[in-house]
Each structure stands twice: as structure tokens, then as C-alpha cells.
């Protein structure tokens, strides 16, 4: 206990100095911090540059394989998985696990024979699965990303960046499975006689508001980071590669960024009066949700909007118009217009998952 107090005073002295800085310091090569919902990204070192990335390479996997339906099923471990090199669950050849113990192991312990063993499982080789991968980086917009293994070990053709790496946590963690499993702390499996501890050191020790994450490291990528953080009602995500202190770097980020930057409304949902350009008629309509988006005090005295309709014959799907919202004279969100009140839930899946995936792509 002494210990862990004494790293909490630590970190809090090396981060101090830090507060009202116009950006942070930090260690890494490569760095990338970006808020949740909207993927703005606040805070960004070669963030684009394509590196190794070592174990955070299992957000994929854990993803992938919470997606697949077979959490519940049962694994048999092969001669491949045992034998793999690096961190490890230890499993032992034909011995059997559910697929949901794997993640934890995957995700918790970085277990490289769980990674193996979800990929052959799901995939039905680990080839099979590595294709699964990179169609799954493709659709999300990670655009400088290859995989080549589903565990992260050092391969030529195998890297990502800090940005893309970003975009890929911040899929996940709209997986409510993937938040429950990134968050623990601990984790018994079904055939274990004791429990694994997380290796992430800001979730278990250092930093309160760490939400989840994943560890990497390998002699060629160096310490790689992915976390999430949730603060004052703002979810961020950051990204390391490359970062000799890497613990530090992460919470000078989001301290930096809970400072300077807060989440404001743009458009509350419901029914608005919105008057015509160039005339003295209004139109009613109607937001279906309410639009956040992370700005400083300064940015939010400058944004303006502007409201645009289509013409009659132009409406479709009950879509009458759209709400652009400017910064600096650049659009950075926006937000559709209806001719009637629909309740959220109504909406169809479809159309969720469209929202979903713009605020992925959009690239500020």
C-alpha cells in the first residue's frame, strides 16, 4: 500500500509542472489524444507515422472476437498457441477454456497463447483470422495500419500509428462487453485456481480515472500505450508509441486536456424554430439527439452555425435541412434537421451505425 502512495505522490509532482502549459511534454515517439465521441483530436506527435505496436495489436483481437457471438464457447488450446513466444497465460496443449476467459487473458495478461488460441477458434486458422483483422481496420478507416498476427509480435509487415490505433479504442469502447473487460482490475477464469491482475498500472494504481486500456511492448517497438479516461463528463483516449514514460506521458495528456477543454452543447434535442435565409419565414424542426463537442472556453466564444434547407422536392427521408457548426471558419460538426419528432429509439440500427461511424473516419 505504502508503495502505491508513494507512485501517486510521484506522478503527481512530475505532472504538476505541466498544468498550464500551452501542449504536454511527452516521452513518446509517437502520440496521439482524441475525445470519444466526437474523435476530435486535442493533442497529436507524429501521430500518422506508421510503427511497430506490439500488444496493443489485442484491442483487435478482443474486439473481433466479442463481436463474433462465441463468447460462450469453448476453446481447445492447440500445439501452435502453447508454443508461442512471449507473455503468456500459460495454457497447456488440448486444454480447454471459454473463448470470454481468453479475452480477459488476452486483454488483462496480454497472453500471446490467447491470442493465438481466439484466433484459430474463430478464424479457423490464425491466417484465417489475421484476414478478419485487417478487413475490420479497413472498414474503420486505418488507413496506415497492417496486421499480420493477432498478438502484436514483431513482423515486418506488422504496424499501425498512434492515430490509428485512437480509432480503433474508440470503436471498442462503444462495445459494452469491451468496456466491462477493460476496465477489471482482476479476473478469475472458470479453470484457474487464482485470479490475473491487470498489467495497465493507470487503471489499477496511478491515475483514478482511467477507465481501460491495453500495455505493449517488444525490444523493436518499445513501450507502446493505449487508455481511456473519463473525466468532468469528457471520455478521451490516448495513444503511445514508442514512450519511455509512458505512465507519465498518458496522464499529463488527459490533465492537460481536462484543463484546457470542456464538453459543450451545440444543439439540444427537440423542437427548434429556425429562421429562413433571405426572408421573413421560420420552419419548425426537430434534433433527435443532442450534439456535444469538446472546446475551450475561447473556442466556444468564437463557434457560429448555420442552418441550411433543402428544397421540397429534395426532402427525403423526412430530412429537411442540416446545422453546420464552424470553427475558425473550418466545419467540424454538424447535425440533421427533421420535419417531424421522431423518438430516439425509433431510430433504426441502421442509421446508428452510420453515426457511428462518421464520428470514426471524420479526421479533424
Known sequence: MRRVWMAAVLITI???PMVGQAKPGVSAQNAVLIEQSSGRIL?????????????????????IAIESGKMQETVTASKRAVHID????????????????LVYGLMLRSGNDAAIAISEHIGGSVEGFVHLMNEKARWLGMTNTHFSNPHGLDEDKHYSTAYDMAILMQYAMTNEQFQTITKAQTYKAETRSYAWQNKNKLLTSYYKYCTGGKTGFTSKSGRTLVSSASKKNMDLIAVTLNAPDDWRDHIGMYEWAYEKYSMHTLAEKGEKL????????????????EKKYPLSDREFKTLHTQSMFYQIENIKQDIIGKTVFYLD???????????????????????KAVSIYKQIVKVE
Not at 43 to 63: G, L, R, V, W, Y
Open 14 to 16: 512530475l505532472v504538476f
Open 274 to 289: 429556425y429562421l429562413l435565409d433571405h426572408t421573413d419565414e421560420s420552419i419548425t424542426g426537430y434534433l433527435y439527439r
Open 86 to 101: 512471449g507473455s503468456s497465460i500459460y495454457l497447456k496443449q488440448g486444454e480447454t477454456m471459454k473463448m470470454e476467459d
Open 43 to 63: 493533442f497529436a506527435k507524429n501521430a500518422h507515422e506508421k510503427q511497430p505496436i506490439a500488444s496493443i495489436t489485442k484491442i483487435m483481437t478482443a474486439i
Open 329 to 351: 471558419s473550418e466545419p467540424i460538426e454538424e447535425t440533421m434537421i427533421y420535419a417531424n419528432e421522431i423518438p430516439q429509439e425509433q431510430e433504426s440500427i441502421f442509421t
